[in-house]
């Protein structure tokens, strides 16, 4: 496993593929807790059939808008978010759904949200961008690029506040690494010992645009110096390496009220959303077939079966049980009741007494 601390600014990583070296043989498996690394294969498969499942059913015209899909990234949220207590909390960006499954959001209230139905995380008025689970500290996934930096670095100034001993993950991609609220957010926290642990998805491209073309030092863990925080870079397909490089800032920021800011370098499959097609033209068929050689979900399955920790029938029976899962909450989604229309008028802010617009013609229609 590669993962590196770094203090101070060090030279670009050149063009960003697979960290070499980082899944070494068979490293400590024999060692480690096969329920542990069970239990991690299972949620990156819930994942990634989950997400699956939801390309399909937005293919059939059961889920509209944008849908941000997570496949190939599993590691990185997984990875990430074993590091942490229940207490802890979690903040993302509009690719929310591996975040939500791993915390134990539960499927169908999550594909239910996808089908804007009332009994969604969000009553299905948050949809694909914007997943929300109070009971696990998880803070919602926001639509806007680098809108959710702020708001962690929020949660880290009411953890101190409250004398508290959490911690918050903000979870990011690398096209917000150039927003404005990025630097404004790391610096706040660095300056007030913040116990913030950012973590940017680097999968390589943003939106749509390689990173090469629209950042001038490709270093990101690196900007963290010049914030007073730490950087480390850790592979985004190694769930074990993702894990333990958390797990290290997690320590520290609970000890020490030090933010960290991790890259996790990771690379997505399909495209940015399901209105673009899985090499698009920023991309080759070449190089996204070649990426899929370190697919996260295999690299994990091989080194258990390498330890003698799990047969292959297992590994079949756990994916299968998965697909069960997804097939239940999928027929929850579908049986579920639509949002009354007076849903409308919850929760929205108005001004005691004085209707909302809302109000005025819900009562004109009758």
């Known amino acids: 496993m590669i993962s590196r601390w770094r203090?101070?600014?060090?030279t670009a990583l050149g063009p960003l593929r697979s960290l070499p070296g980082t899944v070494e043989s068979v490293e400590k498996e024999s060692g480690m807790d096969r329920v542990l690394m069970m239990d991690l294969l299972r949620k990156m498969l819930l994942i990634r059939r989950f997400e699956e499942k939801a390309a399909e059913m937005y293919s059939l015209g059961k889920i509209g808008g944008f849908l941000h899909l997570y496949i190939g990234q599993e590691a990185v949220g997984v990875g990430a978010l074993s590091a942490l207590r229940p207490d802890d909390y979690v903040i993302t960006g509009y690719r929310d759904h591996g975040h939500a499954l791993t915390l134990?959001?539960?499927p169908g209230r999550c594909m239910a949200e996808l089908f804007g139905r009332a009994t969604g995380l969000s009553r299905g008025k948050g949809g694909s961008m914007h997943f929300f689970d109070k009971e696990r500290n998880l803070l919602g996934g926001t639509g806007v690029v680098g809108g959710q930096l702020p708001i962690g670095t929020g949660v880290g100034f009411a953890i101190n506040y409250r004398g508290g001993d959490q911690v918050c993950l903000c979870f990011?991609?690398?096209?917000?690494v150039n927003q404005g609220i990025f630097h404004e957010s790391l610096n706040m926290?660095?300056?007030?010992?913040?116990p913030v642990i950012y973590i940017c998805e680097?999968?390589?491209y943003a939106m749509g645009t390689a990173i090469e073309r629209g950042m001038a030092s490709l270093d990101i863990a690196g900007k963290g110096a010049a914030y007073g925080m730490p950087g480390m870079t850790v592979d985004g397909m190694d769930v074990l390496a993702v894990q333990d490089c958390v797990g290290k800032a997690v320590d520290v920021a609970r000890r020490e009220k030090t933010p960290c800011l991790i890259e996790a370098q990771t690379y997505r499959f399909?495209?940015?959303s399901m209105r673009d097609p899985a090499a698009a033209v920023y991309r080759t068929r070449a190089e996204v077939d070649e990426e899929r050689k370190r697919d996260p979900i295999t690299l994990m399955e091989d080194r258990l079966l390498k330890a003698g920790l799990a047969t292959a029938a297992e590994v079949k029976a756990l994916d299968a049980d998965v697909g069960g899962v997804i097939e239940a909450a999928v027929r929850f989604a579908?049986?579920?009741?639509?949002?009354?229309l007076s849903a409308l008028q919850e929760d929205v802010f108005v001004e005691e007494g004085k209707p909302s617009a809302v109000s005025d013609q819900l009562s004109a229609s009758g």
């Open 7 to 10: 203090g101070r600014p060090s």
């Open 104 to 106: 134990g959001s539960d």
């Open 172 to 176: 990011f991609g690398d096209g917000a």
């Open 189 to 194: 926290a660095g300056l007030w010992k913040l």
């Open 202 to 204: 680097n999968n390589r």
């Open 270 to 272: 399909r495209g940015h």
């Open 334 to 340: 579908d049986e579920s009741p639509e949002p009354p």
